[in-house]
């Protein structure tokens, strides 16, 4: 199993730049393949980004391709989410998420999930 825990969110205004990061306790970090996902009040969660197992392969959504980079760090059970430029439609709850197995976007096929971090970005 692995624990999730995410930080850095908050309030920051449109154009900003946030970095979330998500810190896993447990064994064998570098055997997950690791996303974000968000979640808006009154919509579905929703995939952001996603990295594998090494960090060389990197999948985003086409809303923040270009603007967010997904990066781990598995010495430190630390992956890493950094968001540039970023708009209103942005503000959600990020949830970091683990999965067991192979790549996948779709968060009902992760296994472990942190409590969110709110991101709110104002116009």
């Known amino acids: 199993q692995v624990q999730l825990v995410e930080s850095g969110g908050g309030l920051v205004q449109a154009g900003g730049s946030l970095r979330l990061s998500c810190a896993a306790s447990g064994r064998a970090f570098s055997s997950y393949f690791m996303g974000w996902f968000r979640q808006a009040p009154g919509k579905e969660r929703e995939f952001v980004a996603a990295i594998s197992w090494s960090g060389g392969s990197t999948y985003y959504a086409d809303s923040v391709k270009g603007r967010f980079t997904i990066s781990r760090v598995n010495a430190k059970n630390t992956v890493y989410l950094q968001m540039t430029s970023l708009k209103p439609e942005d503000t959600a709850v990020y949830y970091c998420?683990?999965?067991?197995?192979?790549?996948?976007?779709?968060?009902?096929?992760?296994?472990?999930w942190g409590q969110g971090t709110q991101v709110t970005v104002s116009s």
């Open positions: 998420a683990a999965r067991n197995g192979w790549p996948s976007t779709k968060f009902n096929e992760y296994h472990y």
